[in-house]
């Protein structure tokens, strides 16, 4: 079945960085649209960054020249390169599946992936 599970979640000083891995089993990961997403417990999980098939990428505003989404298809594993991190960006951060590799790869709403992680905690103090 599939299978998320995130990793390199930690604590870091504001300016720091940290990278999130996203191993992923029970399907191939190049052919789906993959995704990070982040929720705090005072708003609503949000998208952060997405890839397709074709490593096509798209960034939230607010991560855009700061975060970087990356995978390895040889090791089925997603990836989430964060520097020059602010407080801001303290949540947990989810791994995601898109529903089905038909699903469309070009907006961050998190209705259209239907898999998800655990998550991994991100905490950044000023």
């Known amino acids: 079945q599939v299978q998320l599970v995130e990793s390199g979640g930690g604590s870091v000083q504001a300016g720091g960085s940290l990278r999130l891995s996203c191993a992923a089993s029970?399907?191939?990961?190049?052919?789906?649209?993959m995704g990070w997403f982040r929720q705090t417990p005072a708003k609503e999980r949000e998208g952060v960054a997405i890839i397709d098939s074709g490593d096509k990428t798209t960034y939230a505003d607010s991560v855009k020249g700061r975060f970087t989404i990356s995978k390895d298809n040889a090791k089925n594993t997603l990836y989430l390169q964060m520097n020059s991190l602010k407080p801001e960006d303290t949540a947990m951060y989810y791994c995601?599946?898109?529903?089905?590799?038909?699903?469309?790869?070009?907006?961050?709403?998190?209705?259209?992936?239907?898999?998800w992680g655990q998550g991994t905690q991100v905490t950044v103090s000023s």
């Open positions: 995601a599946r898109a529903r089905s590799v038909y699903s469309a790869c070009s907006s961050l709403f998190k209705d259209a992936f239907g898999y």
């Open positions: 029970g399907f191939p990961q190049d052919r789906y649209c």
